[in-house]
């Protein structure tokens, strides 16, 4: 078994074909004129010994190569790259399988925040009407420590649209250094979710660490290659088109351990991309493919995800506008880019620029999740609980989103018309028009406990009052109290044993922790 | 033997089982007898009809409407149930009436002239019914004479008028002057209900009650 996901059947697209064709002409040509810089040794002696044309620059601060990409090289590699994914989980009821050809969305979390956003429900008196109460919601900001993101981990293990997770929150403990980050975020999450966990690598050499962490997880090298628990995002490149050194050498080193891997690039409309979508999206397209090209390079048939995090620049302070209209609609492109290639997409939608829960917030998630899902990426980055663009996470958004996306699944649902659908209801018209009533009612029943009745708004308060965030607060309570599946005694005490630097703290079965 | 068929009687109407037809709740309990059925088979085996509405029918109403109240049963689970104990008083009536049992009262409902909508009045009609009324629905678009007469031939304890429209609730207002002139005013309890209407409106135009929707006609009438 697998998930589901949700299956687009006609999925929203905005380029014709032509204009698709006119933007992967344009990013080949971009790729060889005027080509990438390359801070990264190793990448350009892989390029240049494959074909690409390659020559140091100078005079540079940093090592510097200009690469000049030929066409074959690119389209070889568009070749080359699987047409699907497989994502692996702890349960393996939760694997993902995304194939570059099928619009079968996943609703995924993310990205990493530094702040996580706490919330409380003082009561105020009404100045008007003193025996009134009112309860507001008070939001505080902080930063997000290892208990966070088990915490986010443990309640996205329950929301029921999340189909995988991308870690939240940034740990920032003080007993949390740059050598002991990694295994302590990997370890966190994997032992709080039995979903697909993504992440970035904040230090290379823990990459094996964590790569045997999940090996003892599923058992071993091979169980690993065929569950592969975990994955990776690098954005290797730096828009506009620079390999970046560190993140390309996590790049390399995750294909070569054959881990599925996201080419991630998120350039910014304005910015560190044209303003123009037709700018933007030839330079992306180009980015994301110079990333798949270099992956297959170091490892031919190395899984990679087509990753786009475009956004649009604000045009008061220049910062990211992630709940712009351009946003979504750079994002639909790069989906529909993606399955030009049959090559799986993760692609961005839900982020907004509001700091806090609110209208502003629900409009410009609702407006980028519903387009974005209709447009069919395979992997789909969604922000449950993330405002402020990427900066902070709040574990009732994430809660409040999840109530979003049950509508949008609903939604979804293909239309349930047939033969034996028809037959029935001109039985229940016939019998309905006989009657003096003329009412449907008494047909209501036998569907409204199956399922097939959209359920009204979870967070629906009594009365005329708004109670959405109380209620959902009161959800992710309930989430926090129901038990998660975790990493198995004896796993735990070998990881603990053979993987260095993981907090005792997190150690579940360790009485001594509290 | 009664006392199965009576409890029998009492659990179908909280499944909202009319007839063997029907599904219910729980689990699929078609073609074993409804409360249509079982009422007759209570009769058969000579149980009093007042033991039949009060053991078995109302009974099972009222825990229909605690469920209710709870959030485990929604409006067409309180529909499906007072159809099916309005279709066992259809049966039960001719033996009340030979019996000179009383029913809760004789309640007469119509969408007033000018108006065609009725789904909230058949949805009120069936809940009165349900709850042991003797319901008289004089339909929609009904002329403000008719209405009058009925009051004045049938004599029913209480009126209940529905409009849906701005344009038609004014007809409300003429139904009631219309039993002032008529001397019929105080023989009958007047309650009035739809969209369009309001506590405020009902007040200013004499009537007796504003109902929001058919179970607060029931508590309405249940505190005369």
């Not at chain 2, 309180?78 to 309640?107: C, N, Q, R, Y």
Request: glycine fraction near 8%.
């Amino acid at each position: 078994m697998v998930r589901e996901g949700i299956l687009i059947d006609k999925p929203f697209e905005r380029m014709t074909h032509e204009q698709v064709l006119m933007i992967h002409d344009a990013s080949i040509e971009i790729l060889s004129d005027p080509g990438l810089l390359c801070y990264n040794k190793t990448a350009a002696e892989i390029l240049h010994s494959n074909g690409a044309e390659v020559t140091a620059v100078t005079p540079s601060d940093l090592p510097c190569w200009h690469i000049k990409m030929p066409a074959r090289l690119v389209t070889d590699a568009i070749e080359a790259a699987p047409k699907t994914v497989k994502l692996g989980a702890r349960n393996p009821d939760n694997m993902l399988v995304m194939k570059g050809d099928e619009p079968r969305v996943y609703f995924v979390s993310g990205s990493e925040t530094n702040i996580w956003l706490d919330v409380d429900f003082p009561t105020y008196v009404k100045k008007s009407d003193p025996s009134v109460e009112l309860r507001v919601p008070e939001f505080h900001a902080r930063r997000g420590t290892v208990a966070d993101l088990c915490q986010s981990a443990h309640v996205c293990e329950h929301l029921e649209t999340l189909d995988a997770y991308i870690r939240t929150v940034n740990i920032q403990d003080r007993d949390i250094t740059e050598d002991n980050k990694d295994v302590n975020k990997f370890f966190a999450s994997l032992n709080n979710t039995t979903k697909h966990f993504m992440t970035g690598l904040t230090n290379l050499q823990q990459l094996d660490n964590v790569v045997h962490m999940a090996e003892l997880i599923v058992g071993g090298k091979e169980q690993l290659k065929e569950n592969p628990i975990i994955s990776l995002i690098t954005c290797l490149v730096k828009s506009p088109l620079q390999f970046v050194e560190d993140t390309t050498d996590t790049f390399m080193e995750g294909c070569k351990r054959g881990l599925p891997m996201v080419v991630s690039s998120s350039p910014q409309a304005g910015s560190t991309a044209p303003i123009k979508e037709v700018g933007i999206m030839a330079q992306i397209n180009a980015e994301v493919l110079a990333g798949i090209t270099l992956g297959q390079l170091v490892n031919r048939g190395t899984p990679v995800i087509y990753g786009s995090v475009p956004v649009r620049a604000r045009m008061d302070t220049l910062g990211d506008s992630y709940g712009s209209i351009e946003t979504s609609q750079y994002n639909i492109d790069c989906v529909q880019m993606a399955r030009f290639y049959n090559i799986p997409n993760y692609s961005t939608a839900g982020v907004c620029d509001t700091k806090t829960p609110g209208q502003q917030t629900s409009i410009e998630r609702l407006f980028s999740d519903i387009l974005v899902t209709l447009s069919g990426p395979q992997y789909l980055h969604c922000a449950y609980g993330l405002l402020d663009c990427n900066s902070v996470f709040c574990l009732l958004q994430a809660v409040l989103d999840d109530a979003h996306f049950q509508m949008l699944k609903f939604f979804l649902r293909r239309p349930r018309i047939d033969e034996q659908e028809m037959a029935t209801v001109l039985k229940q018209l016939r019998e309905v028009v006989a009657t003096p009533q003329k009412l449907y009612i008494r047909y209501i029943r036998p569907v409204m406990r199956s399922g097939e009745i959209s359920p009204a708004y979870a967070f629906e308060g009594d009365g005329e009052t708004d109670d959405v965030f109380y209620l959902a607060y009161e959800r992710m309570q309930e989430l926090l109290t129901k038990p998660v599946e975790h990493i198995h005694p004896a796993t735990t005490a070998r990881i603990f044993d053979e993987v260095p630097g993981i907090l005792p703290r997190l150690n579940v079965y360790d009485e001594r922790r509290q | 033997m009664s006392e199965d068929i009576i409890a029998a009687l009492k659990e179908n109407v909280v499944q909202g089982r009319k007839s063997l037809e029907d599904e219910g709740i729980d689990e699929d309990l078609t073609g074993t007898p409804g409360v249509v059925e079982l009422t007759q088979q209570a009769l058969d085996a000579k149980v009093p009809p007042d033991k039949i509405i009060t053991e078995g029918l109302t009974a099972g109403m009222q825990i229909v409407g605690d469920k209710f109240a709870s959030k485990e049963y929604f409006i067409p689970d309180m529909l499906a149930s007072a159809e099916a104990v309005g279709a066992a008083m259809d049966i039960l009536k001719p033996l009340l009436e030979e019996a000179h049992v009383e029913t809760k009262g004789k309640f007469a409902i119509a969408t007033v002239k000018g108006d065609i909508h009725d789904i909230g009045k058949n949805i009120v009609a069936i809940l009165l019914k349900g709850a042991g009324y003797e319901v008289h629905d004089l339909g929609i678009d009904v002329p403000t004479e008719k209405i009058l007469d009925f009051i004045r031939d049938e004599k029913p304890d209480y009126l209940g008028l529905s409009a849906l429209l701005t344009t038609t609730m004014v007809v409300m207002g003429e139904v009631i002057e219309g039993l002032k002139e008529g001397g019929l005013r105080d023989s009958v309890k007047v309650l009035v209900g739809g969209a369009a209407v309001s506590e405020e409106y009902a007040r200013e135009i004499g009537a007796d009650a504003y109902c929001i929707d058919g179970f607060d006609a029931v508590r309405v009438l249940e505190g005369y």
